[in-house]
């Protein structure tokens, strides 16, 4: 059975910084691409990053500058560095990833629980 497990989250004062971690388990035999979501309370989910198996990467306007995206794909895990951190960055925030499955083929579609990101002095 396949998972994805998210970690990294907290609480942290405007400016500073965390790193998210995403590991996928299971039977994996590829990681296409790995994407980051967020979203707020009474908010739609939002894509935050995007990276490939290539380390092609594409970020949402409000993220460019301050987040970087990358993977480890002998680890099939992704991270998430985020600096500068503000307010308006508090979500909860999803891995998502394309995964390619012994028994079930190339990119199957996975997604994690989510973690807590609060920006808050």
């Known amino acids: 059975q396949v998972q994805l497990v998210e970690s990294g989250g907290g609480l942290v004062q405007p400016g500073g910084s965390l790193r998210l971690s995403c590991t996928a388990s299971?039977?994996?035999?590829?990681?296409?691409?790995m994407r980051w979501y967020r979203q707020a309370p009474g908010n739609e989910r939002e894509l935050v990053a995007v990276i490939s198996r290539g380390s092609s990467t594409i970020y949402g306007d409000s993220v460019k500058g301050r987040f970087t995206i990358s993977s480890d794909n002998a680890k099939n895990t992704g991270y998430l560095q985020m600096n500068s951190l503000k307010p308006e960055d508090t979500a909860v925030y999803y891995c998502?990833?394309?995964?390619?499955?012994?028994?079930?083929?190339?990119?199957?579609?996975?997604w994690g629980q989510g973690t807590q990101v609060t920006v808050s002095l």
């Open positions: 299971g039977p994996i035999f590829y990681m296409y691409a």
């Open positions: 998502n990833a394309d995964l390619g499955v012994t028994g079930l083929g190339r990119k199957n579609d996975y």
